[in-house]
């Protein structure tokens, strides 16, 4: 899969810092994805780490000079050594070390300064962030359990490693993460001076699901992609994200988790945790309709008839006439955002639903259009706000849409 342009990584220069763990071999596609994403990736590796990957892989990956040695002499448009460590650090935006191993991490915490690595990380200051990997054994030593406490204390983001099973074939916590969790580190990390820095957003994401008996339930065609790319663009602006969720795609790294599955379940969540709330965005297709009872059984088929049960239907809570009525005395959240899917009079229905459900922006999807809507990456909305704006946006990825929809949330905020 092709990667999508991240706009919060384009044009930030990260020094990735790679040392001697089997694990290597996984920042290879890790400093791929960064380039791919838009970063411009500069790699130090250790002399260990060139036991396990080449240079040249790094290279070829980042299209830019690989450094691994703080006394090699300038070639091919690298940096001069004697100044590379502080050429390096100096305009960084991220310094990260991934893998970390317990060698390095030592280093680090005592401040050595004996390779390119650690000198340019005792040169740098942007933010540090390092994500360490060796066997179990190894990361549960007091030692390195000290360590790794001390670099927090002086601000370091350490990446836990996840459990699992090593190339030694033992178990233990020690593994480094999958590219796509250090990628979302990689953006908390960026994103904590940005916009929405200091600010709580709540956003709710997928269909709920409405039991009719323990085994059945009625949803409907909502995949919660909107509602997701909403929560990684408020995490990718600073905000703390709390995501209600009835869906089960992969979570943003740094999210709140919620999951959810009826409307009123979903309620409760988002009236639970909208006292700190700054904005309230509920992208989810919330059901309009629940059965009206639950059968405490798998309701069963007569084997000698054709008979077929009745599901009597019932309203479900709408959520957002209780945020209104909530926020009406709280005055929290700041900013509520609404969504509307219609499929027949679309700015007539949004710009009425906008009205009695007291909401700052609507936005409006036409859910006819094949490119837009359910299920599929790409959306085509109208933004409509409540001072009688109306801005529609050109097709584009639900990414690209929930920026948008951000940063006219951002501009709404005191
Ligand atoms: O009224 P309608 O379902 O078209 O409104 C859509 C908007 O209202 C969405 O933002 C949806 O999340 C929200 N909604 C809600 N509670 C419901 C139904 C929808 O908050 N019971």
């Not at 380039?35 to 790699?43: E, M």
């Not at 904005?279 to 084997?303: G, T």
């Not at 599901?311 to 509307?340: C, E, M, N, Q």
Request: some cysteine; charged content about 20%; proline content about 5%.
């Amino acid at each position: 899969m092709t990667q999508e342009p991240i706009t919060l990584l384009q044009n930030k220069r990260i020094v990735l810092a790679v040392t001697g763990s089997i694990a290597a071999y996984k920042a290879a596609d890790l400093a791929s994805k960064l380039t791919q994403a838009g970063a411009l990736v500069d790699v130090i590796m250790t002399e260990a780490a060139e036991r396990f990957v080449t240079p040249l892989s790094f290279q070829s990956l980042t299209g830019r000079p690989v450094y691994t040695n703080l006394w090699q002499n300038e070639s091919s448009g690298a940096l001069p050594t004697h100044i590379a460590h502080v050429g390096l650090a100096e305009g960084a935006d991220l310094l990260l070390v991934a893998p970390a191993t317990a060698n390095t991490l030592a280093k680090l915490a005592h401040g050595l300064a004996d390779d390119l690595l650690t000198v340019t990380a005792l040169a740098a200051r942007c933010p540090i962030v390092v994500a360490p990997a060796m066997d179990g054994s190894m990361y549960q030593h007091p030692a390195t359990q000290a360590n790794v406490a001390t670099l927090r204390q002086r601000g370091v983001t350490i990446i836990e490693p996840e459990s699992g099973r090593f190339a030694s074939g033992l178990v233990g916590q020690g593994r480094l993460p999958e590219t796509i969790t250090l990628l979302g580190h990689v953006r908390l990390a960026l994103g904590r001076s940005a916009a929405l820095a200091g600010k709580h957003v709540i956003v709710t994401a997928g269909g709920t699901h409405e039991a009719i008996d323990p085994v059945r339930f009625i949803t409907n065609r909502s995949s919660g992609k909107q509602g997701y790319a909403l929560a990684q663009a408020a995490l990718d602006a600073g905000a703390a994200v709390t995501l209600v969720t009835a869906s089960d795609l992969p979570q943003p790294v740094g999210a709140q988790i919620i999951n959810v599955s009826s409307a009123e379940h979903m309620q409760q969540a988002v009236l639970e945790h909208l006292a700190t709330a700054d904005a309230l965005l509920m992208a989810a297709a919330v059901a309009d309709f629940r059965p009206q009872s639950r059968a405490d059984q798998k309701i069963k088929k007569k084997d000698d008839s054709d008979e077929a049960p009745t599901i009597i239907l019932a309203r479900t809570p709408d959520i957002l006439l209780s945020v209104k009525d909530r926020r009406s005395t709280t005055g929290r959240p700041y900013v509520v955002v609404g969504f509307a899917a219609e499929s027949e009079k679309l700015l007539a229905h949004a710009r009425a639903k906008l009205e009695r459900k007291g909401l700052d922006l609507l936005i409006a999807n036409d859910i006819t259009a094949p490119d837009a809507g359910f299920e599929v990456d790409t959306n085509r909305v109208v933004i409509l706000g409540a001072d009688g704006s109306q801005t529609p946006l050109a097709l584009a990825t639900k990414t690209r849409i929930a920026e948008a929809i951000i940063s006219r949330v951002t501009h709404l905020l005191p």
